[in-house]
């Protein structure tokens, strides 16, 4: 096996990244696109201050880049700093009052009721579905193989996701015409939602409610709908399933037995199917334009699987053995966060440093920012997995890297979804090599998550050992 180490890279790689302005010109710049790209926004000085005020509007934007302060405003004991309005506003049409967006003493209720179903993401049960999901996507894409023909790496990847997190919450393939309508609708979504609609953002006041346009409304129905047609199906079955969907259905409230109703359980999947689909996708969609972009990083991930999971498959324990793999979608999380903010908004005055802050300012919390601040990473824009090897430890600054989040409501699935992009990237890179079309017109943009401005098209070939 070739070597892991970063002598095998030796120049490295800046990906597509920030494009800083100073604040004004970053706001003209951002006004002018129109295409709702809150990265834009950010100026030069945002990725080297601790404490900085964000652009001009008429709450006051404070984004908080000191991991200490991070780390104790997503703890938020005394629940001073629920999510924004403005991201419950925009989410509340998909996933409605659920434990995405819930605050205070609903979110615990909700917490103390789906608890049970966290279980159901343990890998050793998860894993079959994942690794049969991928079998099914090597299929489709040998006949991308055959043809030649060019598809979108986005859809691909959210189709495989979507699978995935389908298979897991109610033990069922979802149907390729259904899998693409759901990433259409998400596309939809994340593209039109009023949460990053630069005029409310600067003009409106704190905790207005925001009403969302109909292609928005229309894109959360459809998705709403397939996990309705899914959980409809599930309980018509009448079997005694063992997954998410059952466990939400059967959830009470251990203090007073309150159960979901059938649209309630519907806003608790959907919670699934965001986290657990959108933001995967998101982040794979980038590690394999980087290794088209880089083939020496894609050949070091196949060198690394052909040498520790020799078989055509991988088992669940040979993935906690492909430490390159791993470190690859680690390094992508770091500079292509799939929640690019984690905006929260001051319930009190509160005071950060110099800054007071009034009741309804915004806390911006951008993994982002964080991930590439000047002072808390070396090389913080270029792409370079083997920073996360153990005897590179002392280079990380705790509590820099967030991109499952920190505190009592860190994402409890980011040990599924880096096992489920390792044995992805694995599985798909021993085997094929992708090429991308127009990659100088790649760029990131920040809406829902951190997804490129336009969808990235590519062609597939097979490795030639695999041929």
């Given amino acids: 096996m070739r070597p892991t180490r970063g002598s095998d890279l030796p120049d490295l790689y800046q990906p597509p990244g920030p494009d800083p302005l100073p604040p004004l010109a970053a706001l003209v710049r951002t006004a002018l696109r129109g295409e709702g790209n809150l ?22 934007i404070l984004i908080v880049n000191d991991p200490e302060t991070v780390r104790a405003i997503l703890a938020d004991p005394d629940d001073v700093f629920p999510k924004s309005d403005l991201m419950v506003g925009a989410l509340e049409p998909l996933v ?41 996507m090597e299929a489709r894409l040998d006949e991308r193989c055959r043809t030649g ?8 990847l959210g189709q495989l996701t979507a699978d995935i997190i389908c298979r897991t919450v109610f033990s069922a393939s ?40 109909r292609p928005v409304l229309e894109a959360c129905a459809r998705i709403r709908h397939h996990i309705g047609a899914l959980l409809d199906r599930h309980l018509a079955a009448g079997a005694a399933f063992d997954d998410i969907a059952a466990s939400v259905i059967g959830a009470r409230d251990p203090k007073d037995q309150t159960v979901f109703t059938r649209e309630e359980v519907i806003d608790q999947l959907g919670v699934f199917f965001l986290a657990g689909h959108e933001t995967t996708a998101s ?44 470190n690859v979608f680690r390094e992508t999380l770091r500079l292509y966060p799939p929640i690019t903010f984690l905006p929260r908004v001051a319930l009190k005055p509160v005071r950060f440093g110099r800054y007071q802050l009034r009741r309804g300012s915004m806390v911006m919390i951008a993994p982002w920012v964080l991930h590439r601040h000047s002072a808390l990473w070396k090389n913080p824009h270029a792409f370079d997995p083997d920073r996360f090897l153990p005897e590179r430890e002392h280079e990380m600054t705790p509590g820099a890297y967030i ?40 760029r990131p943009v920040a809406r829902l998550t951190t997804r490129p401005a336009e969808e990235v098209m590519v062609r597939v070939r097979r490795t030639s050992e695999a041929a």
């Fill in 96 to 136: 409605g009052d659920s434990i995405f967006v819930s605050a205070g003493d609903r979110w615990r209720a909700q917490r103390r009721m789906i608890d049970p179903s966290f279980s159901h993401m343990r890998l050793s049960l998860a894993y079959p579905a994942m690794s049969a999901a991928v079998d099914d």
């Fill in 403 to 442: 991109p499952f989040g920190i505190g009592r409501r860190v994402c409890v699935g980011a040990a599924f979804a880096t096992t489920e992009a390792t044995l992805i990237l694995g599985r798909l890179l021993r085997r094929y090599r992708f090429s991308v079309d127009h990659p100088e017109r790649v």
């Fill in 283 to 326: 982040a794979l969609t980038w590690s394999f334009f980087i290794t088209a972009m880089r083939p020496e990083i894609a050949d070091r991930i196949e060198a690394e699987v052909r040498d520790r999971a020799p078989d055509e498959t991988i088992s669940f324990e040979q993935t906690r053995h492909l430490t390159f793999s791993r």
């Fill in 174 to 213: 979802l149907a390729n015409d259904a899998a693409r309508d759901v990433f259409e609708s998400f596309a939809v979504f994340e593209r039109s939602v009023a949460h990053v609609e630069l005029r409310r953002l600067i003009f409106d006041k704190a905790f207005t409610t925001i009403p969302q346009s």
């Fill in 149 to 156: 023909e060019m598809f979108s790496l986005d859809m691909m």
């Fill in 39 to 60: 990265l834009s926004l950010l100026p030069a000085s945002a990725y080297q201050v601790p404490f900085g005020p964000l652009g001009y509007s008429r709450r006051f």
